[in-house]
């Protein structure tokens, strides 16, 4: 009976992503069925795994081809399977066999373009011998159950290769432009992910549950689900160990990426406890033998190198954009905030609010000359100042301040890792250079906390009384800065809530309320003079045709592909939203019209590549759009003419003929 907690697709979503009929797809080989049966038995025996295998001549041949070979230096020809288990050991043959029988019977009939099998394969062993290393490093009870859990855990890609609607070789090209996960492409472009084809189909085929399992969430998140201790180890060790795979150049396609690792892993499994550089040697070893058996190739130390190189540099892109986003924002108003000490209540849910109020309390309370908030920036390693009450005449710019966090940084790391109250005296270099920075002797720093975590630091001095910072302060400045991380922690809430209510539910795009009020916005902008500013509107084509002939899930499939090509081929600082049914619209600050035009030509163009790519889901149909383009001119009176114009240019784009991008 499957476990209760395996969430698996419905046989109609299943229709909607393989071009056969479910029942078509080729039953799982009954050798390999009865070697998973051996594999999950502890009690099998010698004689029953060499009675299997001698019943199939494709992987007995190959047992004792490899038992006879060079590599062992028989003096005598094996004949019997029984002997080859002798001498190879239980353990290898079971191994060796499943390899044969999954390879033969699976992987190896097909075709080898984008999906190559060989590649693929070569993953599966890699993760197989990984994940079963990694059980015996653990302490996991059945590591040979990890192992064949690690062999399967992809062949939802077989399924899709073979079957799939979508060409999964169409796919693979069209996913090496785009650098996130392959998993999240394989659900918007494919239909669905490999994991919840694999399961489903492990599920029909009444594989162990504890593969189905694997196979299922080796990317999701599993948490929430009432698992066992032991199945969700299970899952963490092929899911680490497929991940270290990817990381090792061994991906289940040619395609080089790094890999996100799900954070339930890291619960289930000490990292501090694995000799990683014993497993990956023992890898290494294990690599070469099959290559060797199987007659494919590793990339060179060189070529790995290069791989590697080039993902670092697209990974350090993405951090450099980040750095410096981050670094602008620091200069706004993007900060952690406070409000209120023990006088004030904390009624405001605006941060800034929260801040402005705490700091002017703490300063009438205790009487403390002035007051900062400081951040820590992860980018930088440091602390940032982002607001401050100065009760002084001293006119000094803290926000230009920064304090370095490392080892000479002495009481600001010690407040952060205790979570306590510190008074700064200088102990350390570089206690020093800050306290210079500030012209003080002395200053008092407390942290406040969110669910236990730091979220900032209060500071304070007296740079113009001198008056000393008496420890009995501490305790009482320790209540207020409690207050403002609860304080805090509600405004998060209530702006976590209120970021939900300005994002469409089913795209996750901004909806028109939103979109209304940032165009609001960028139009007076636009207006002073401060910035060029246009439109783009796209409409689905014949979207009311794909309602009627597919359902409506399939009109939301097709308006989540829009809004996530949208997404990945705008700039972080245009804003995208949903502006009804099929019509979405982007607003494009700082963009003039002929680069609009460029822009939606661009969106348009790979939207049209993509409708060739699904066009096997929804035969009869081919995914287009239409857009209309505007720009502010100073005819134009407000932001509704501006919105109206870019619709009239929708309307005759769809008008002169559908796919059309018209200004």
Known sequence: MMNDTLILPLASDIKQVLN??????????PVMAKLLEIF????ASVADLSKLVETDPGISAKVLGIVNSASYGLRRKITAVSE??????????KKLSLGVAVFEKMIKPGKHNQFNRIFFWRHCICVAVLSRAIAEEIGYSKPGEAYFCGLLHDFGKILFDLHGRVNYDDFIFNVTKYPGPMITEEREIMGMGHDDLGAYYSSQWRLPDSLALTIKYHHQRFEHLMLSREEALLISIVSLANFLSWTQGMGSVDIIRFPILQPGVEKNINFTAIDFKKIIRGMDSEMEKTSAFYHFVFPSVSQFRENMLRENLRLCSINTNYYYTQEHQANGIDVLSIKDSITTPHRSLDPKAIITTTLKAIHKDFKFNRLYVMKVVKTLRS?????????????????????PLNKKAGGFINCLRDKSPMLITGKTSGEKKTLEKFNLKEMLIVPFCSHSKVIGILGMDNVVSKNPILPEAFSSIAIVANELGMAMENAGVYEEAKAVSLRDGLTGLLNRVAIDDLLAKSFRNAVDGKNDLSLVMIDVDYFKKFNDKFG???GDNILKLISTTLKKMSRPFDKVGRYG???????????????????????????????RLVANRFPGLFLTVSAGVSEYQASVKNRDDLVAKADKALYRAKETGRNKVVA
């Open 20 to 29: 056969v009929d479910i029942k078509e797809v080729p039953s799982f080989p």
């Open 40 to 43: 999950s038995d502890e009690d």
């Open 84 to 93: 080859a288990v002798i001498h190879l050991g239980f353990d290898e043959v």
């Open 383 to 403: 602390l940032k100042v982002v607001e401050f009450f100065d009760g002084t005449d001293t006119k000094m710019d803290f926000t230009a301040i920064e304090i």
């Open 552 to 554: 409506h899930q399939a």
């Open 581 to 611: 049914g099929e019509e979405f619209i982007v607003i494009l600050n700082n963009t003039d019209l002929s680069k609009a035009l460029v822009y939606a030509e661009r969106i348009r163009k790979e939207i049209e590549n993509l409708g």
